[in-house]
């Protein structure tokens, strides 16, 4: 028994003495630490989750981790301290996120935006120079030259034959007074016969031939296209009928369809070029003439019209081609026009700043070319922005409740998390 007791007192003994090394170890690791200095566990409290979300559908939440019912990948957690970050310093979403999906981006930078704007056209007819051939009094179409719509013909060429019975007893009164030598009165029943309608080579044929003659012979006045013909042998027609329509074709029209948004760029009177696909390698100079006030519902464009001198008859119309309206070229602030976001009501572009935040920022743009867009105000030079990838860092945004950068560009004021502070849409821009 005095040896087991013996062996137990040792036990207890060691025991002891392990304790007290354990707690001089233990006070001298916390003497090594400098002052002020706290532990890892410490250093890195842990971060509070709100929920977690799909990325692809930011709008569910989810109490719990877990794989998105909607794609095959891993929620993403919420963190309280993101969103509170996010109302002063925009959306934090993870870079290996960004870069998964494909996520471009590119600086704002000053170059050079072509100012040519080319548009296609079609070649018209120039309604201005019609002519209307209508018959000067009442009779019978006695004969007809072989003409129909779409011939070409030149002045003067015959349409048809009229049998005027009116004009006979008119003529023949004339040249009685004309024998007779009174030269007031020829001089008065001449000037009946031109107020009948009779045409001036009639009169002079009546004169030369001393014979009434009741049939004429009705002509085109120019040159150019039949339009319309309405006259057949054997017909009636009565004073003022339309006979026929000559459109010349001296010169054409070219109509352009020129985008809205573009038209404030054009000035009548400005020179033009226009390329045919009939005529390749060769330009046909002209002036735009007229910009017209309608709008097409259908193309949202305004038709532009530019007059072409038509030497030879080579420009018919129906012909395509694409009108350059010449601008020089200007300097400007520009990003990529795929970076630029249309909501409706204002447009947005998405900054890349650091620490891989985003916020959106209200830009007024300019014109477009080349898949440049030229930025007038709100962004300024060498800021970044995403070019592509912009509808899941405007999700974010617009789920996150973060403040739009105005276009005078001070922050916007902080806005609670349930205000929509940026309404995206999440369709590609």
């Known amino acids: 028994m005095t040896r087991i007791a013996q062996n137990r007192s040792r036990l207890a003994l060691g025991a002891a003495g392990l304790l007290i090394l354990g707690a001089a170890v233990g006070v001298a690791v916390v003497r090594v630490l400098p002052a002020g200095e706290t532990s890892p566990a410490a250093q890195a409290p842990e971060r509070r989750v709100l929920y977690w979300y799909d990325p692809m559908a930011p709008d569910r939440h989810f109490d719990a981790p877990g794989k998105s019912p909607f794609m095959d990948m891993p929620l993403v957690p919420r963190y309280a301290d993101e969103a509170e970050a996010g109302q002063q310093a925009g959306v934090r979403i993870d870079p290996a996120l960004t870069q998964a999906l494909g996520a471009r981006y590119a600086v704002v930078q000053r170059g050079v935006l072509a100012g040519d704007l080319t548009v296609p056209a079609v070649v018209d007819f120039n309604q201005r120079d019609v002519a209307v051939v209508q018959a000067r009094a009442g009779g019978f179409v006695q004969r007809v030259y072989g003409r129909a719509p779409g011939d ?6 015959p349409l048809a034959d009229l049998l005027v019975p009116e004009w006979g007893g008119a003529q023949a009164e004339y040249l009685a007074v004309r024998s007779a030598g009174d030269e007031r009165l020829a001089q008065a029943a001449r000037q009946r016969l031109l107020l009948l309608g009779m045409p001036e080579a009639l009169v002079s044929a009546v004169e030369r031939s001393g014979r009434p003659r009741t049939t004429v012979t009705v002509t085109s006045p120019s040159g ?17 009928q339309t006979l026929a329509e000559v459109n010349g074709l001296s010169t054409v029209w070219v109509n352009a369809a020129v985008p809205e948004a573009q038209a404030s760029r054009l000035r009548v009177g400005q020179a033009v070029e226009v390329a045919f696909a009939g005529f390749p390698g060769e330009r046909f100079s002209g002036r735009l003439g007229a910009l017209l006030p309608e709008v097409s519902g259908d193309s949202r464009t305004l038709t532009a019209r530019v007059e072409l001198a038509n030497r030879g008859g080579r420009l018919r119309p129906g012909m395509f081609g694409q009108v350059v309206f010449g601008g020089g070229t200007e300097e400007t602030l520009l990003v990529p026009s795929e970076a630029v976001i249309r909501t409706g ?5 998405m900054l890349a700043e650091a620490d891989g935040r985003y916020r959106a920022a209200e830009v007024r743009i300019g014109r477009e070319a080349g898949g440049q867009t030229q930025i007038l105000q709100g962004l300024a030079e060498d800021e970044r922005v995403v070019a592509s990838g912009q509808f899941l860092i405007d999700s974010e945004a617009s789920l996150s409740g973060v403040a739009v950068r105005p276009l005078s560009g001070s922050p916007a004021p902080p806005r609670p998390a349930q205000a929509s502070g940026h309404a995206g849409h999440g369709g590609a821009h």
Do not use: E, F, N
């Not at 150019?224 to 003022?240: C, E, N, W």
């Not at 009501?345 to 572009?349: A, F």
């Open 152 to 157: 070409v013909i030149a002045a003067g060429a």
């Open 224 to 240: 150019g296209v039949i339009r319309t013909l309405s006259v057949r042998a054997g017909m009636t027609v009565a004073q003022g």
């Open 345 to 349: 009501t204002r447009t947005l572009v």
